[in-house]
């Protein structure tokens, strides 16, 4: 079957960095999405990875590994805006997402 | 521009009540989606269309009906509402269907059913 794990919660301090981490497994690949969404808001794109590699995008980077069925989004210099969940999506061979549950991020000062 | 627009945004329902989410969106695009997000679970597709007149399911499409007369207007029709069915729904569009495109979400419509 197709899978998308994330960590349930995490917990940073502002100011900090933190990284969030994505395995998946999918019928087929054709990229990795991270969306963030606030809570009682609809989910905002955040990147695309289809390479093996890092992206990097301000304070935001994003990692995937096609070998290892691996991602991570990476967040430095975190502000209390960045509290949220983030999602991870992974693009199957039908060109279907496929999403995890999320990972609430909790910014502390 | 307003993007893709949800309404309502909250609605509460009777067990057996019918009711529609109405989403529109002002971007061309040609592929709109449903969504429905519950705790501790991915969103998970409901139906899905790649263009006007042409609909399809997704992964949890029992007890929903959809239609796409219009390239802007995608409405979700609950026909006869369960407990089940309460959830925070999401109407997505992007610019295609296939390809790493991205979606733009509209602002969400909790529903709760009782």
């Known amino acids: 079957g197709q899978n998308i794990d994330q960590p349930t919660e995490m917990t940073a301090t502002e100011g900090a960095i933190v990284q969030i981490n994505c395995t998946y497994q999918?019928?087929?690949?054709?990229?990795l999405f991270w969306y963030q969404q606030h809570a009682g808001e609809a989910p905002t794109f955040l990147s695309y990875?289809?390479l093996d590699g890092l992206e990097e995008k301000g304070r935001f980077s994003s990692f995937l590994s096609r070998s290892k069925g691996y991602s991570y989004l990476l967040l430095k210099e975190l502000q209390m805006k960045d509290s949220a969940s983030y999602l991870c999506?992974?693009?199957?061979?039908?060109?279907?997402?496929?999403w995890g549950a999320g990972t609430k991020l909790i910014i502390k000062p | 521009n307003a993007g893709v627009t949800q309404t309502p945004k909250f609605q509460v329902l009777k067990t057996g009540q019918s009711m529609t989410l109405q989403c529109a969106q002002d971007?061309?695009?040609?592929?709109m989606s449903w969504y429905r997000q519950d705790p501790g679970m991915g969103l998970r597709l409901i139906h899905y269309s790649v263009g006007a007149g042409i609909t399809d399911q997704g992964e949890v499409p029992n007890g929903y009906n959809v239609s796409r007369s219009t390239t802007e207007d995608f409405p979700l029709r609950l026909l006869s509402a369960a407990p089940s069915q309460t959830s925070v729904y999401f109407c997505?569009?992007?610019?295609?269907?296939?390809?790493?495109?991205?979606?733009?979400f509209g602002a969400g419509s909790r529903l709760t059913v009782l």
């Open positions: 999506a992974a693009l199957d061979s039908n060109y279907q997402l496929i």
């Open positions: 999918t019928s087929g690949f054709n990229g």
């Open positions: 990875n289809v």
């Open positions: 997505a569009s992007s610019l295609q269907e296939d390809g790493a495109n991205v979606l733009t």
């Open positions: 971007m061309n695009h040609e592929y």
